[in-house]
C-alpha cells in the first residue's frame, strides 16, 4: 500500500531539541522509501488547513511529533476524516502514547509509526470540547493551569508544581449522574479517562482501555492531606476494585467506577483541564463517549 506521511513537528513541546528528530524522520523515511513532509504545528491549535491537505494529496497519515494537547487539537479536527494518526511522543506528559505503548524513545516510535499497525481507539467529548485521553476537575486542572504558565516544562517542572499545589489544595463540591443515578459527594478530583494514565506512566486509571467503549471515572473524595497520598498510590497500584456506577461507597476515600456517559455539576466552580491543557470550567459537563473516533498507529 502506498503511504504519504505528513509529520507535525511541534518546535516547543517537551524539553528535547528537534534539530536530530528532524535528521532522524528523514533518514528513516528515505530508507523505507516512503513519500513524506514535514509541517511545523499550529502555535493557535488551529489544523483545519489539513482537511484540504489530506484530500488534495491523497495523505494516509499524520504523525503528530509533539505532546499530549497537539495530539488533541490535531485530532479533534480529523475525526470522521480517513486518515492514520501517528505519535512520536515528544510532550511533557505523553499520556496517549504512554497509554497505547508507544515508546519515548524517537526512533522506536519512529519505527511504529513505518511498521506498526492502525487500530481504532476511542475519545469523548467534555461538552463541546474534544479529549483523546483524559480530563480532570479539580486538583489536577488547578495543577495543568500553573504549570502552562511555567517558563520552563518538563517533569521536574511538572512535580514541582503539584507539589505546591498540593500544600493549599481543597475539596470541591459536585453532584454526579450516571446510568440514571445521581450523588453528591466533596473531592478533590474527578478524573474522566479514556486512557489508564495522567502521563509519564503515572497511572490514575489501571482498568482504563482506549477502545472498550467506557470511561474510567476516578473521584478522589474529601480526606485528610496525611491519608490522601497512601489512598492515591492503592490507586495508582490497581489495589481499588472497580465498583457499579451505583455504588456510592461513601466511606471508600477513592471512587472507581466505568460508565459511557455522565453528567458532573460543578457548583463550586472547580478549574478544567483536558488533556493536560487548562481549559475554561463550567457549571455542568456533559461526557459522553465517542466509539471509534480515530485510527491509531500503534506497535
Do not use: W
Request: hydrophobic fraction near 40%; glycine fraction near 8%; proline fraction near 4%.
Amino acid at each position: 500500500m502506498h503511504r504519504k506521511i505528513i509529520y507535525l513537528v511541534n518546535p516547543v513541546s517537551g524539553v528535547k531539541k528537534k534539530s536530530a528528530l528532524l535528521e532522524l524522520i528523514i533518514l528513516r523515511n528515505k530508507k523505507e522509501k516512503t513519500e513524506y513532509d514535514i509541517i511545523y504545528t499550529n502555535p493557535d491549535g488551529d489544523y483545519a488547513f489539513l482537511r484540504e491537505i489530506i484530500s488534495r494529496d491523497r495523505v494516509t497519515d499524520v504523525v503528530i511529533c509533539g505532546g499530549d494537547g497537539t495530539v488533541n487539537a490535531v485530532a479533534a479536527e480529523l475525526t470522521g476524516i480517513d486518515v492514520n494518526i501517528g505519535i512520536i511522543p515528544s510532550g511533557s506528559g505523553n499520556g496517549l502514547a504512554f497509554a497505547a505503548k508507544i515508546p519515548r524513545q524517537s526512533h522506536a516510535a519512529i519505527s511504529v509509526v513505518l511498521q506498526g499497525r492502525a487500530a481504532p481507539i476511542d475519545a469523548f467529548y467534555v461538552n463541546n470540547l474534544f479529549s483523546c485521553t483524559l480530563c480532570g476537575i479539580g486538583f489536577d486542572a488547578l495543577v495543568a493551569h500553573d504549570f502552562a504558565r511555567q517558563k520552563r516544562r518538563g517533569l521536574q517542572t511538572y512535580i514541582r508544581v503539584s507539589l505546591s499545589n498540593f500544600l493549599r489544595a481543597r475539596p470541591y463540591a459536585f453532584t454526579v449522574e450516571t446510568e440514571g443515578h445521581s450523588f453528591s459527594t466533596s473531592a478533590f478530583l474527578i478524573s474522566i479517562a479514556n486512557s489508564n494514565q495522567f502521563g509519564n506512566n503515572f497511572t490514575i486509571a489501571p482498568k482504563a482501555s482506549l477502545s472498550d467503549g467506557l470511561l474510567d471515572i476516578v473521584i478522589i473524595k474529601e480526606m485528610s492531606k496525611f491519608r490522601l497520598p497512601f489512598s492515591l498510590l492503592y490507586q495508582v497500584a490497581g489495589i481499588n476494585k472497580l465498583q457499579a456506577a451505583k455504588e456510592t461507597a461513601d466511606e471508600k476515600n477513592i471512587m472507581y467506577f466505568q460508565t459511557p456517559s455522565l453528567r458532573v455539576i460543578n457548583p463550586g466552580g472547580a478549574p478544567l483541564h483536558i488533556d493536560g491543557e487548562p481549559q475554561t470550567s463550567a457549571g455542568q459537563f456533559d461526557i459522553r463517549i465517542v466509539r471509534n473516533a480515530m485510527n491509531l498507529i500503534q506497535p
